[in-house]
């Protein structure tokens, strides 16, 4: 066995007594044999994915199987090849581990919180059957919807949820079974560890190779925007606040990976200055700080929630913000004010949280146009309240390529 063969990543890794344990069972049911892992190595080296940047999810391979672990749930997925002996004898179903048959002959997914564009950028949407609502920021997903190729099925009912070879779910609150996998690419703290989550999907369809290839793309176009942004000379770095309004209180966000996202547009958060991050509009005192904060800010991004991002506009951040006299408010003097709400889906459903999560390199892009204005590049994501840029509303229209190739992402030019 060469040293650069991939057949058995298990030397390499540290495992506890349970996860040596469970390999020693799998191992045992793929080939019997010690012998059998160094026979041969059917898996060729680019079909392998090797976790980079994301902290929250692990890939080991065996001969004829592979191990996705999640570590924010504690799941294991055990993927066995449908070639294998091992694939008709073998199920788990426990609360730790479950076991699929892959490639997947074909899945659903339940559309709360599940960024579907990872799917299409694996060219996965072929084999995509089921989904529980129409709610999905993607016009090519609406499309095969519209064409009958893909069905609604109801998610109080539990038998349609267990009709596919696997369901995917994006949160962890809700009874699970066995064909239930999870996919939480929002834990991870930055934008490339989020979208680094691709490989998890691929694993379920043998597409390593293509997931890597998406990955590498993103990454190198993310970090070149973030170099380029790095060697901008600028007299002051232009200060970022992402801010949201509910029930009389305006807040600073603490999101790492959006603080991330500003440094590596080029910018500085207002946030590592400021300790308070809650500002109670009826409180005089808080108005005062708040009122502070708003002068001292240079681009503004308002992530108040809407039921009707369509209807919400300059006045009604305005409004929100309870300040007669903002004369000192840069953002607005400069028409610096942003919402992260431009594609919508039936006004409820942001691409924010589908599409810009796998392509955060764009979402970047996005930054530096707010942040160091050409006014000559269309943002994907962020609108401009302050020129009363409107919403886009996504429609399966809008989809104009074959539904079932993969999606390529978007590189910007980085020069
Ligand atoms: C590995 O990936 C390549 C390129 O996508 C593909 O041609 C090949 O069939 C894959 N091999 C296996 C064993 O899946
Ligand atoms: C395994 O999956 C591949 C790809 O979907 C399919 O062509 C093949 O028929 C499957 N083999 C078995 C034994 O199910
Ligand atoms: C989905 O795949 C499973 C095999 O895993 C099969 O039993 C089922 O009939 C398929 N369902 C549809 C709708 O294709
Ligand atoms: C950054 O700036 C340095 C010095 O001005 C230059 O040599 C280098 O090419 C720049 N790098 C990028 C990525 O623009
Ligand atoms: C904000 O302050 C007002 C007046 O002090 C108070 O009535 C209200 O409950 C506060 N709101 C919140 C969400 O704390
Ligand atoms: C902003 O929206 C409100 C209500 O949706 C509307 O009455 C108002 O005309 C809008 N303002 C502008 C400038 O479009
Ligand atoms: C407005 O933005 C420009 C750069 O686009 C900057 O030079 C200027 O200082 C800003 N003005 C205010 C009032 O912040
Ligand atoms: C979304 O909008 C479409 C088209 O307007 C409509 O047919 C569908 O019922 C809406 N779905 C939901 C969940 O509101
Ligand atoms: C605008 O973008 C185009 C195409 O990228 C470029 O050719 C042009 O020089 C740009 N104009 C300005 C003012 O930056």
């Known amino acids: ?111 709360d919180y599940f960024p579907v564009s990872f799917f299409e950028l694996l060219g996965l949407l072929g084999s995509l059957k089921g989904i529980t609502s129409d709610s999905v920021a993607s016009e090519c997903v609406l499309k095969s919807y519209e064409g009958g190729e893909i069905e609604l099925i109801n998610k109080n009912e539990p038998q349609q949820l267990t009709q596919f070879a696997a369901h995917f779910i994006g949160n962890t609150d809700q009874v699970q079974a066995c064909n239930f996998a999870t ?121 108040t929630y809407t039921s009707d991002p369509v209807g919400y506009n300059l006045s009604t951040f305005i409004q929100n913000i309870g300040i007669e006299d903002y004369s000192c408010i840069a953002f607005l003097a400069n028409q610096s004010l942003w919402r992260y709400d431009k594609r919508i889906r039936n006004s409820t459903t942001l691409d924010w949280f589908d599409g810009a999560r796998s392509q955060p390199q764009l979402v970047l892009a996005d930054l530096v146009e707010a942040l160091f204005p050409t006014g000559n590049y269309t943002t994907t994501y962020l609108r401009n309240l302050a020129k009363e840029e409107g919403v886009i509303s996504i429609n399966p229209d809008m989809c104009h390529r074959d539904v079932t190739a993969a999606m390529e992402p978007t590189t910007i030019d980085c020069a």
């Open 1 to 111: 066995m060469s040293a650069s063969s991939p057949s058995f990543s298990l030397s390499c890794t540290r495992l506890s007594f349970v996860q040596i344990s469970f390999f020693l069972v799998v191992w045992y049911f793929s080939c019997g044999c010690p012998q059998g892992v160094n026979a041969a190595s059917s898996v060729k080296v680019g079909n392998l994915s090797k976790v980079e940047d994301a902290v929250f999810f692990h890939i080991y391979y065996g001969q004829t199987f592979k191990v996705v672990k999640n570590a924010i749930d504690g799941k294991s997925y055990l993927l066995i090849q449908n070639s294998s002996r091992m694939a008709a004898r073998t199920k788990y179903c426990t609360t730790r581990i479950k076991s699929f048959v892959i490639p997947l002959a074909n899945y659903s997914v339940d559309t």
């Open 183 to 303: 996919f939480l690419p929002s834990a991870e703290d930055s934008p490339l560890q989020r979208a680094e989550w691709i490989k998890y999907l691929g694993v379920f369809a043998n597409v390593e190779a293509r997931a890597n290839q998406v990955y590498d793309t993103v990454k190198a176009n993310y970090l070149c925007l973030t170099k380029v942004s790095a060697n901008r000379t600028v007299s002051f770095k232009p200060t970022v606040a992402w801010m949201e309004y509910s029930n009389g209180v305006w807040s600073l966000t603490k999101e790492t990976y959006k603080l991330k996202f500003v440094e590596d547009a080029g910018g500085e958060n207002v946030d590592s200055s400021i300790n308070k991050v809650t500002y109670n509009i009826s409180n005089p005192d808080d108005l005062d700080e708040f009122h502070a904060i708003l002068c001292i800010v240079d681009v503004l991004i308002d992530e």
